[in-house]
């Protein structure tokens, strides 16, 4: 079974560029277009890991990640942030929220593919 993602981003033509490429990878992907929703999203459906948008309406990418990592639902499941900041002090930000991984937009595809695939081979299941 292929890993289930879930993308939180809210700029539509994003979402839908990195949604096809991730599905060409064989991965199943969920979006949200929101911090709310995804928290919603990943407390009901608990996809296999969360890339997360930093700049996003309702709540932000940092206040969605607190929330998932201090929930015991939702703790384990890891955040690869994506965000435009590309500063250290922006990398430490997210890190600091409970982020396992930080990648910068443009989306490398394949640097993002390597960070999935460390987190999902390093997750272990209950």
Same mark, same amino acid.
């Given at each position: 079974m292929s890993a289930r993602l879930l993308l939180v981003e809210d700029n539509d033509a994003n979402a839908d560029m990195l949604s096809r490429r991730l599905l060409r990878q064989g991965f199943q992907v969920l979006i949200a277009?929101?911090?709310?929703?995804?928290?919603?999203?990943?407390?009901?459906?608990?996809? *296999? !890991?969360?890339?997360?948008?930093?700049?996003?309406?309702?709540?932000? $990418?940092?206040e969605a990640t607190r929330r998932l990592k201090g929930a015991a639902a939702t703790a384990a499941i890891p955040v690869i942030a994506l965000t435009a900041h590309a500063m250290v002090a922006d990398r430490q930000k997210c890190l600091d929220?409970?982020?396992?991984?930080?990648?910068?937009?443009?989306? *490398? !595809?394949?640097?993002?593919?390597?960070?999935?695939?460390?987190?999902? $081979?390093?997750?272990?299941?209950?």
């Amino acid at each position: 079974m292929s890993a289930r993602l879930l993308l939180v981003e809210d700029n539509d033509a994003n979402a839908d560029m990195l949604s096809r490429r991730l599905l060409r990878q064989g991965f199943q992907v969920l979006i949200a277009t929101d911090g709310l929703q995804a928290v919603d999203v990943a407390t009901s459906a608990q996809p *296999d !890991l969360v890339l997360m948008d930093i700049s996003l309406p309702k709540i932000d $990418g940092w206040e969605a990640t607190r929330r998932l990592k201090g929930a015991a639902a939702t703790a384990a499941i890891p955040v690869i942030a994506l965000t435009a900041h590309a500063m250290v002090a922006d990398r430490q930000k997210c890190l600091d929220a409970g982020c396992n991984e930080f990648e910068t937009k443009p989306i *490398d !595809l394949k640097r993002l593919l390597e960070k999935i695939h460390a987190l999902l $081979g390093a997750r272990t299941t209950p």
